[in-house]
Structure formats: structure tokens, C-alpha cells
């Protein structure tokens, strides 16, 4: 087989994923901006990441814990502060932070100017959990503990209630 042949023939396996600056899935959670970078979709579900821009004085969420996968959080502006258990850490710029599955954690902005941090999730498996999230926080009023946990269960995910 010639060069120009082994080059003309259909690619197979993933294909290339490119997403500029202001492109991707935008998902508001009341404070806090998500833009989905890779929702999984071209990584064979393996990996997602999504970056995050928490506004000032951002509560984030209740503590929890995943079980099935990975999270890690890169600050990339910012001061993000990271409570896993009974500890606190604050996160600033070039900070990076890893949550292995069954560990108890949260994270919020505690200052006046807003923070930026890249997500990843391994596998995608929590992308979805932000979309029905969303969904819920659709009318305005914050969920129910019930119907909070409710939607953290579709995703393997508990509140710590031990860590209220």
C-alpha cells in the first residue's frame, strides 16, 4: 500500500476535540458558572473536565462523598477553599487538589473577587449530576435536602452527613 493511500483512508477511533475560548455546555449552579470542556463523550467516558468560576463569597456545596470517581480541581485564579473531613485547606492560584472516592469534601469562595478552577472527574460519570442540578435550581428556589440527595444518588454520590 502507497503513503497516499495508508493516508486516505477513513480514521477510526476518537476523533480530535478542540473547544475555544468561550465554547462548551454552560451550566449555571446559582453562584457559580460551569462551562464543560469534555463532558466525556470524546474520551471514552474515561475522563471530563469542566472549568468553574465561583463568584465572590460562593457557599459551595454540602460536604460529600463520591463513589465511584475522582475529582481533582486545579486553581487556575483565586483563593478556593477545600474542607475534605476536618480540614481546611486554602487552595490559591496554581494549587492542585485530588479527591479520591469515598473521601468527605467541599469547597467555597471565601473572598471578595471570584475563583477559576479546572475540574476533571474519572470517569465522566458526575457531568450529568451538574445538568440535573441545574435543572432543579431551574426555578429558583434552593432543592431540598431530599431532592438534593436524590440527585446526588443517581451519580453515586452521598452527603457526608457525618460532616454537617
Request: hydrophobic share 30%; glycine share 10%; no cysteine.
Amino acid at each position: 500500500m502507497t503513503e497516499e493511500a495508508r493516508n486516505s483512508e477513513p480514521q477510526t477511533g476518537p476523533a480530535l476535540s478542540v473547544v475555544g475560548p468561550g465554547e462548551g455546555e454552560t451550566i449555571v449552579l446559582g453562584t457559580t458558572r460551569m462551562r464543560v470542556l469534555e463532558d466525556g463523550s470524546h474520551t471514552g467516558h474515561r475522563l471530563a473536565i469542566a472549568e468553574s468560576v465561583l463568584a465572590p463569597h460562593t457557599q459551595g456545596p454540602p460536604q460529600h462523598r463520591h463513589g465511584l470517581h475522582d475529582e481533582g480541581f486545579y486553581v487556575l485564579s483565586g483563593v478556593v477553599r477545600f474542607t475534605v473531613g476536618d480540614e481546611v485547606h486554602d487552595a490559591t492560584t496554581g494549587t492542585l487538589v485530588m479527591v479520591p472516592p469515598g473521601t468527605p469534601h467541599t469547597f467555597a469562595n471565601p473572598t471578595d473577587q471570584p475563583a477559576v478552577m479546572l475540574s476533571t472527574f474519572t470517569p465522566d460519570l458526575y457531568v450529568q449530576y451538574f445538568r440535573d442540578l441545574q435543572t432543579l435550581l431551574a426555578d429558583g428556589r434552593p432543592p431540598t435536602p431530599r431532592a438534593h440527595s436524590e440527585v446526588m444518588g443517581r451519580y453515586a454520590t452521598e452527603p457526608a452527613t457525618d460532616r454537617v
